[in-house]
């Protein structure tokens, strides 16, 4: 599997994402996914809003985000069945603004996929968006899949065998957020400018649909369960997403 990230000039607020894409991209191969960040597809959406104060950033942390909980750093947050800092919100590269999460993905992941086919006319090909996330008890950001299409984003070896010639219950490989973090490890968290990355000869399955719920796990057979269990929090329900 290779990776290569691709440097860019700098994505601006409603600019056509399709057009940036295919002008720093020339050739994309059959059987290639194609990584591109989420704040670049967010600002295509034009999903940023104005620097905030402290209270009104809290109340839109709350009102992007299932399950908000304040913590010394951030505001630790479930948002579209994910664990997250701050809904995922983004103020460090939004020069002054707040470059919020694309509105939904999937759809876009989707849409992104249809389009980029037909430029450059393949038939086996990904689109993964991808983001910085945490892991527990670790140092430093991986990356995370918030969005694909056009893959099998899990890999399923319940069922099978293993090297001893015995049965695997419970094991699967979460295929989708280990290609994100490859290419957000290549594509960097500084000022490297590459929000594209194009992944080659991945072992992945091609698939015409998207299953959008099978990197889901049940919050009661989560193995982090217990620690959510007994915490005494609100929910915050978001109503109204529209901006």
């Given at each position: ?88 919100i983004?103020e ?16 876009s ?11 450059f ?16 008890l ?35 490989t ?16 500084g ?13 992945v ?17 989560d ?21």
């Amino acid at each position: 599997m290779q990776i290569k990230a691709i440097k860019t000039e700098i994505f601006k607020e409603n600019e056509d994402l399709i057009k940036f894409i295919s002008k720093h991209i020339k050739n994309i191969k059959e059987g290639s996914i194609l990584v591109i960040s989420s704040k670049i597809v967010a600002l295509s959406e034009g999903r940023v809003v104005s620097n905030l104060n402290i209270k009104a950033k809290e109340k839109l942390i709350k009102i992007e985000s299932d399950l908000a909980i304040k913590t010394k750093l951030v505001w630790f947050t479930i948002k579209d069945d994910m664990v997250m800092a701050s809904a995922g919100i983004d103020e460090s590269n939004g020069n002054g603004r707040l470059i919020l999460l694309p509105k939904n993905s999937f759809d876009s992941a989707e849409l992104i996929l249809k389009k980029i086919k037909k430029i450059f006319k393949v038939k086996k090909l990904g689109i993964l968006i991808s983001d910085s996330g945490i892991l527990p008890l670790r140092a430093g950001v991986i990356g995370v899949a918030i969005g694909y299409a056009g893959f099998q984003g899990v890999r399923d070896y319940q069922g099978m065998l293993d090297i001893f010639r015995r049965n695997l219950e419970f094991s699967r490989t979460d295929v989708a957020d280990s290609l994100a973090t490859g290419a957000t490890f290549c594509m960097g968290e500084g000022n490297e400018r590459q929000p594209l990355a194009i992944i080659t000869d991945a072992p992945v399955i091609f698939k015409q649909k998207t299953d959008r719920k099978e990197l889901i796990m049940n919050k009661k057979q989560d193995i982090y369960a217990p620690l959510f269990k007994n915490l005494k929090v609100k929910k915050h329900k978001n109503n109204d997403k529209k901006k």
